[in-house]
């Protein structure tokens, strides 16, 4: 039977020139048995880092305080990853924030009338 473990391409790859090899990345992505589960926060409300761990606390929003007009949060999940996971979530951090700014760019470039001219925005 064939090896049905998809290797992960290196982000850098896409970068290099065509004469430097790409390096081989150092882990192998096995299919999962099953679907991987969704968990929703509406933010990350702090971070505890001891034992050789990162723990992220997640928050969910369950409402409105009526006289306040303030947001009301649950704590809803933790996430904990080992130190050693901190550059890796790093980096993806970074990607996420280069794909999120190359999506802000595009949707802030004027818009072309199928004539060549781009429509000005107004101030």
């Known amino acids: 039977m064939a090896d049905k473990t998809k290797t992960e391409p290196a982000a850098a790859a896409k970068d290099k020139a065509p004469d430097q090899a790409a390096p081989s990345p150092a882990f192998r992505t096995a299919p999962s048995p099953a679907p991987v589960d969704d968990s929703f926060a509406d933010g990350v409300s702090g971070f505890t ?58 949707q802030d470039a004027p818009q072309g009338d199928g004539n060549g001219a781009g429509k000005a925005k107004a101030n």
Do not use: C, W
């Open 49 to 106: 880092v001891g034992r050789n761990v990162l723990k992220l606390d997640m928050y969910r929003i369950v409402g409105y305080d009526r006289e306040s007009g303030q947001e009301v949060r649950t704590h809803s999940h933790r996430l904990v990853l080992p130190l050693t996971a901190i550059a890796e979530l790093s980096n993806v951090l970074q990607q996420f924030d280069q794909a999120v700014s190359k999506i802000r760019a595009s």
